[in-house]
């Protein structure tokens, strides 16, 4: 039987994080799962193009914009599940079990749980009220994965290309057939280390609230950039 699934990344300038994350999909390879990993690319200046490279990674670029990025990677998939992974994101082990027991449903997509690769109070209270929103209002975010099959995605109009709240809309068009992953994913703690925990949730909790009222994420992107000094988002 073929590999099943397409690892879909998006990337900019995410050198360090896919040193952490690739080694991760190691167990999905050996066990047959993975098929294929997509790097889709928005205009990386470091290391990111070299280590793709190295990986055997099929390399797709364009202008930057994770949603954007994202909906190229999957164009190019050739399998019928998807993963969509965040560079900095880490699949703990026994990930690929999980998802191998998720085939049985591809009328469900699937996100892991959430933790963070840093130590305290404020690393569990924020990981613990995504995993709760996650559950109760069905908006998972990109850091926690998603597992979707293409006929699923398909029929939900496929993956938004917004600037922003990429993930929350994909979230939305799923609502009703999203379900947990019986999986972990760490994820990179250093934009909240840089902005102070409850600052950026604060600020990512009143960016979710405008855009659930209509605000358009082209705004709320360009305001995004301005807050942080930069557009690297991978």
Same mark, same amino acid.
């Given at each position: ?12 300038? @995410? ?21 294929? $990993? ?10 990111? !193009? ?24 999957? @164009? ?41 690769? @840093?130590? +305290?109070? !404020? ?6 009220? !995504? ?25 939900? +109009? ?12 994909? @979230? ?5 057939? $999203? ?14 280390? !840089? ?40």
């Amino acid at each position: 039987m073929p590999a099943p699934l397409s690892i879909v990344m998006p990337v900019l300038n @995410a050198a360090p994080g896919l040193e952490k994350s690739l080694p991760a999909l190691a167990e999905g390879l050996e066990v047959g799962l993975i098929a294929e $990993l997509i790097l889709s690319d928005g205009g990386s200046q470091d290391a990111t !193009a070299q280590i793709a490279d190295a990986a055997g990674a099929i390399w797709v670029t364009g202008a930057p914009g994770r949603g954007e990025q994202i909906a190229r990677g999957i @164009a190019v998939a050739n399998c019928p599940w998807v993963m969509v992974l965040h560079a900095d994101t880490v699949l703990l082990s026994g990930w690929s079990e999980a998802v191998i027991a998720a085939l049985e449903t591809p009328g469900q997509a699937r996100y892991g749980t959430l933790v963070f690769d @840093a130590p +305290g109070v !404020a690393p569990r209270l924020v990981a613990g009220w !995504a995993n709760l929103r996650s559950r109760l209002f069905g908006l998972p975010y990109g850091d926690q994965a998603l597992l979707v099959h293409q006929d699923l995605l398909d029929s939900v +109009g496929g993956y938004p290309d917004f600037p922003l709240m990429e993930d929350v809309e994909m @979230a939305k068009r799923l609502r009703g057939a $999203l379900v947990p992953l019986c999986a972990i994913a760490r994820t990179s703690a250093a934009r909240y280390q !840089a902005e102070g925990w409850f600052r950026r949730g604060a600020r990512n909790l009143g960016l979710l609230l405008r855009y659930l009222r209509g605000a358009d994420p082209s705004e709320l992107a360009q305001e995004y950039r301005e807050r942080r000094g930069d557009t690297n988002r991978d």
